[in-house]
């Protein structure tokens, strides 16, 4: 498990990540999103050792990451694909790992062959690989070592859509078996699908946090009917307000318990009604509209 408690980094006159507190769970996928700009990245530095923080604690297990033996085996990192050793070999890389952690010279076949780097591509240089491919070697390089805990920034940029199901499917086995992911990214979708719990940055501090479920649920009601009209009669009768999609169906910020107690009492057979989860962009466009600007800083 990850906990982050008050954690702060400030520099000359700017404070990039100012008093941020959550807490990752093993067993579970947790997205760190926010604009570029708002803190991800410093917090996760700090998280790893490579950034002092100003203020604040974070600990892996109840230990800080610095003070772990060897800390490959428990905790995988990739906070930037491209930072690798550009005229090294996929598979130097991974034996460097391998040797550094005391590990045996199997694990650097077993990890390419989990990231699908073919024999040729792992003998090439990493100056001539692709993006996606360095983020596939960056992400063997974090597993190689069987860690309980993944810490990975924009792990998807440049995996095309069959890689970036790849990297979904991995993670979530991942987490599935007992792992603790925290997963920063930028694309909503991905996050949306992939995470058990979300924290959200605006502007160095923590806007929201909960699990999925939690955050984006209970938006309003949907309701589809026969008798539209009837039942939209009903619901103003009583001050609730509605609107008519271009889908036919009816929409509300009543609960659906009460929507379906008017249009029992009015006598309209409904055909659907269910809650309007709310989405994950529009939920973070509202809450970080104040840094919505690429690069934006407080």
Known sequence: ?????????????????????????????????????????????????????????????????????????????LLDASAQHAGRTGREILTVAQLYMGLPRSRVDEMLEVVSLTPTEASRRVGNYSLGMRQRLGIAAALIGDPEVLILDEPANGLDPAGIRWMRDLLRGYADRGGTVLLSSHLLHEIEVIADDIVMIGNGRIVSQGSKSE?????????RSADLGLLQSALSEIGIATT???????????????VGKVALEAGVALTELRTEDAGLEDMFLELTATSQREGATP
């Open 1 to 77: 498990m990850i906990t982050v408690e008050g954690v702060t980094k400030s520099y000359k006159g700017f404070t990039a990540v100012d008093d941020v507190s959550f807490v990752a769970r093993s067993g579970r996928v947790t997205g760190f999103l926010g604009p570029n700009g708002a803190g991800k990245s410093t917090t996760m530095r700090i998280m790893v050792g490579l950034t002092r923080a100003t203020a604040g604690t974070v600990t892996m297990g109840g230990r800080n990451y610095v003070d772990l033996p060897n800390p490959g085996l428990e905790v995988g990192v």
């Open 215 to 223: 955050l984006l649920h209970g938006a309003g009601t949907v309701v």
């Open 244 to 258: 008519r999609a271009g889908d036919g169906s009816l929409h509300t910020d009543a609960d659906t318990s009460l």
